[in-house]
T-cell receptor
Framework: EPEVTQTPSHQVTQMGQEVILRCVPI?????FYWYRQILGQKVEFLVS????????KSEIFDDQFSVERPDGSNFTLKIRSTKLEDSAMYFC?????????????FGPGTRLTVT | KNEVEQSPQNLTAQEGEFITINCSYS?????LHWLQQHPGGGIVSLFM???GKKKHGRLIATINIQEKHSSLHITASHPRDSAVYIC????????????FGKGTHLIIQP
């Protein structure tokens, strides 16, 4: 069964460093998402991506965040200058289409620890 | 923006019991998602429904669009059902992203 994959599973970085989290969505899906979950809190939407551009972003997704689809398979989230409060689990997801009315398939997550 | 409330926050039950988890939301939606998060952190989609009722094995999900309410039921619960169950809805206004509830932490004791 097709699945969303994410690398790395765990990333430790120092405050102020740049990190890139990688995802490979399901191949025939057109919408891609990043969510985050701070430890002990609920999952929060960051950004959705369709047709090589951001289709929607939340207030959390500020100028330090960016997303890219550098090739036909990978989807990346870059955090330019990490802060302690960026420590969280980051989930990538994909769906056939958008508007929240298509099932979203989640990757296993990348645990980001900022020290 | 949609707000999602789940109840109960925590639920401990004995193996075999019938489990009900509730979800209510504030803004009319076209679909509601039920997801399961295991202790390792991974999230799995259980159901997406826009009306009526869906059933997968021992799991049943219902939705009442007029009352902005959904329930997830587990019949003949088993310790392997222990997980966090999360309700999520589109954030509103044709948005792609989902707004999540805080989740219900379910423990099924043998």
């Amino acid at each position: 069964e097709p699945e969303v994959t994410q690398t790395p599973s765990h990333q430790v970085t120092q405050m102020g460093q740049e990190v890139i989290l990688r995802c490979v969505p399901i191949s025939n899906h057109l919408y891609f998402y990043w969510y985050r979950q701070i430890l002990g809190q609920k999952v929060e939407f960051l950004v959705s991506f369709y047709n090589n551009e951001i289709s929607e972003k939340s207030e959390i997704f500020d100028d330090q965040f960016s997303v890219e689809r550098p090739d036909g398979s990978n989807f990346t989230l870059k955090i330019r200058s990490t802060k302690l409060e960026d420590s969280a689990m980051y989930f990538c997801a994909s769906s056939e289409l958008g508007t929240g009315t298509y099932e979203q398939y989640f990757g296993p997550g990348t645990r980001l620890t900022v020290t | 923006k949609n707000e999602v409330e789940q109840s109960p926050q925590n639920l401990t039950a004995q193996e075999g019991e019938f489990i009900t988890i509730n979800c209510s939301y504030s803004v009319g939606i076209s679909a509601l998602h039920w997801l399961q998060q295991h202790p390792g952190g991974g999230i799995v989609s259980l159901f997406m429904l826009s009306s009526g009722k869906k059933k997968h094995g021992r799991l049943i999900a219902t939705i009442n669009i007029q009352e902005k309410h959904s329930s997830l039921h587990i019949t003949a619960s088993h310790p392997r059902d222990s997980a966090v169950y999360i309700c999520a809805v589109p954030s509103g206004g044709g948005a792609d992203g989902l707004t999540f509830g805080k989740g219900t932490h379910l423990i099924i004791q043998p």
